[in-house]
């Protein structure tokens, strides 16, 4: 293992958790102001000048909001920059143990998968510790697939490929959208001849 590339993992890793808090934070602010702005304006019309108030700070949070995100990409840029190196320099189960993958869990991983596949694909980051949540909401996750999805975005191979993968998945011939009518027949309650 080289504790170079490791130390910069992770440093990198707690530069990503630090900001995914400070993001955390601005959404929740951000949500909170639009919110309660919403609650006065259905209520008194005395009450739209501190409606108005909140609007005005929900729009002050929002540029520093935006730059959070560009930070994220970055961050992302950074992490999936860094996954070559990384994968060399450890094996499989440093990786596993890097990530905080839990021992129950590193059997749904294939033997050999690299970093940004632990974490984007498998989404095992930390895994006991996010065991319960609905949704993947791990920091080096939010981070990489941030960057994969306007990276995919920005160039024609990667919208060809999301499109395809959409059509395969939620098209009209696909598993998961088949719209079919239950095979349901009628069945008379009175026995035939009764009446």
Known sequence: MSAQIVTQFLRLRRSIRQHQVLLDRASATRAMLLRQAKVLDAGSPFDRARAAT???RHENINPFWHAGIERRRALGRQLLDLA????????????????????????????????????????????????????????????????IVITMADSATGRAATEKVLVDVFGPAAFHMLDEKPKLHLVSTTPEGAL
């Open 54 to 56: 909140y609007r005005a």
């Open 84 to 147: 070559p190196a990384f994968d060399a320099a450890t094996t499989f189960e440093q990786r596993l143990d890097l990530l905080n993958v839990n021992v129950a869990d590193r059997a749904d991983i294939t033997p050999g998968a690299g970093l940004v596949m632990i974490v984007a694909g498998y989404c095992r980051e930390d895994s006991a510790a996010r065991r319960r949540e609905e949704f993947n909401d791990g920091a080096l996750f939010n981070s990489a697939h941030l960057e």
